[in-house]
């Protein structure tokens, strides 16, 4: 079936610009996490989000990131004002079940803040 | 608080060898481990994972790893690896008791497992 999927792959933007990063997870699945991969310093904890409960934010590393999951489905991420330091892999995993750590990951978006 | 330490960041086999990644980890409570695979330009997938029971677990691809508490490590190894092994390989622990936020996974920060012929 349809793995996780995120969009665009690469994504350029200038410095002070927003830019959105779309992730859609496996159907069915109710659990969604984005995490922020940047060379060198392995994943780092974004935001979770489980069915209809409010999500765990306190992985965004300023108030200049949201997200957003409608429906139960789809994810936006955000970053307004985006900074050079913002760039880095943005990965979105989802999840049948919150417990046991088997998250599926999509491939990711590439951030290049110039 | 809990950490994951990946003492390798590069390690350079040669194919058919063994090879063993190190992954050691800081917690106050019992632990779920898991490693994870990225091969490039891909997602990370699921290689193996341990919950409980026998510390030896293993996983896809020949892979398996054993949970040593009193050492406070799970070292993944493979007796012969291929070239299609190369791939960046991450350890990854959540707590049990973290408050009810055990889906939060902490990540070492990766191995870049080279195999070359």
């Known amino acids: 079936g349809a793995g996780v999927s995120q969009s665009p792959s690469n994504k350029v933007t200038e410095k002070g610009k927003d830019v959105e990063l779309r992730c859609d997870p496996i159907?069915?699945?109710?659990?969604l996490y984005w995490y922020r991969q940047s060379l060198g310093q392995g994943l780092e904890f974004l935001i979770y989000?489980?069915?209809?409960?409010?999500?765990?934010k306190s992985g965004l590393p300023s108030d200049r990131f949201s997200a957003e999951r409608t429906g139960g489905s789809v994810s936006t991420l955000t970053i307004q004002r985006t900074q050079q330091e913002d760039s880095a892999v943005y990965l979105c995993?989802?999840?049948?079940?919150?417990?046991?750590?088997?998250?599926?990951f999509g491939p990711g978006t590439r951030l290049t803040v110039t | 608080a809990q950490s994951v330490t990946q003492l390798d960041s590069q390690v350079p086999v040669f194919e058919e060898a063994p090879v063993e990644l190190r992954c050691n980890y800081s917690s106050s409570v019992s632990v779920y481990l898991f490693w994870y695979v990225q091969y490039p330009n891909q997602g990370l997938q699921l290689l193996l994972k341990y919950l409980s029971g026998s510390t030896l677990v293993k996983g896809i691809n020949g892979f398996e790893a054993e949970f040593n508490k009193s050492q406070t490590s799970f070292h993944l190894r493979k007796p012969s690896v291929h070239i299609s092994d190369t791939a960046e390989y991450f350890c990854a622990v959540t707590d049990l008791n973290s408050g009810g936020s055990n889906y939060k996974l902490t990540f070492g920060k990766g191995t870049l497992l080279t195999v070359n012929p």
């Open positions: 989000f489980q069915g209809n409960s409010a999500p765990d």
């Open positions: 995993a989802s999840s049948p079940r919150v417990l046991l750590g088997e998250q599926y």
């Open positions: 159907s069915g699945h109710t659990a």
